[in-house]
């Protein structure tokens, strides 16, 4: 390659490598991750489906589970924006879906839809392609403790700290910062390098138990952590590694069990005969 052309090459490659992110929901790596592990535990008929919906357009599962996030612009989809989350009364511990899940709409039941309409093969290809790109997000989404936590501060979106000295809310930190930094360390943004190691480290019982559950329940248990973790932090706090390392064992194993689950619930409604 000609020598300025390929400076500028490298120069944008480097640029690009240590540009910092961010993004609403789980930040686009997180997302990417539980769709690549999914990818790795589809069954072959699951597999062939995702294939033949995604065709021509969003063609993997990482990157079609960020596009939820990539329409939040588009104002025709306004409605989908409560879909993201799910809040729990004021001191609550526990979801109650009949009075936490209002009318129009949360991530529970979102996920319920998604998945029904995905299974529905007399609906157009059109509308479980869509169904099948919001599902691989909210089943993303649900595992992020702070999706499933309190309105007061919308989910710790207003509740300002610092991580390593940078100004950040709660839910990005949650959502981006603890998964940017990890890849920025060890794997040089190699999130499909990671998801892989995720997936080997994931045992064949682990993915059984974990599959065997609601989107009720994955939402209560992100809740619990929620209350336990995330909000161990408080407004004003300056927090650093102490923070990281009691709680990238969390985020790992809810992109873990986000992926798992997907693959599941994929597997289950893309089974030819069911
Ligand atoms: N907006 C209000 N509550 C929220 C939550 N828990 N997560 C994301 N966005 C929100
Ligand atoms: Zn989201
Ligand atoms: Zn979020």
Not at 71 to 100: C, F, K, M, T
């Amino acid at each position: 390659m000609h020598r300025p052309l390929r400076l500028l090459v490298g120069g944008c490659a480097l640029a690009l490598a240590i540009w910092p992110t961010s993004a609403a929901a789980w930040g686009a790596k997180g997302h990417q991750i539980v769709g690549e592990i999914a990818q790795r535990n589809l069954t072959v008929e699951a597999r062939s489906e995702v294939d033949r919906l995604l065709h021509g357009d969003d063609e993997t599962l990482a990157h079609a589970s960020t596009w939820a996030d990539r329409i939040r612009s588009d104002e025709s989809y306004n409605w989908a924006g409560p879909l993201h989350y799910i809040n729990g009364a004021e001191g609550a511990e526990d979801i109650v879906l009949e009075q936490d899940c209002p009318p129009r709409g949360c991530v529970v039941r979102a996920i319920e839809r998604f998945r029904d309409q995905l299974a529905d093969r007399q609906r157009p290809l059109a509308e479980r392609r869509e169904a099948l790109k919001f599902l691989a997000h909210f089943i993303g989404d649900v595992h992020q403790p702070l999706h499933a936590s309190y309105a007061a501060d919308r989910g710790g979106n207003r509740l300002l700290v610092t991580f390593y000295g940078e100004p950040v809310n709660l839910h990005a930190l949650w959502d981006s910062s603890i998964i940017e930094r990890n890849l920025s360390w060890w794997t040089f943004r190699n999130w499909r390098g990671w998801a892989k190691t995720l997936d080997r480290k994931t045992t064949a019982v682990e993915k059984r138990t974990w599959a065997n559950s609601t989107p009720l329940d994955w939402a209560q248990e992100s809740f619990d952590l929620a209350r336990s973790h995330a909000y161990a932090a408080q407004a004003g706090d300056d927090l650093g590694s102490a923070y990281h390392r009691r709680n990238l064992p969390v985020v790992e194993e809810r992109l873990r069990q986000a992926g798992v689950r997907l693959a599941a619930v994929l597997n289950r409604v893309l089974a030819r005969e069911r």
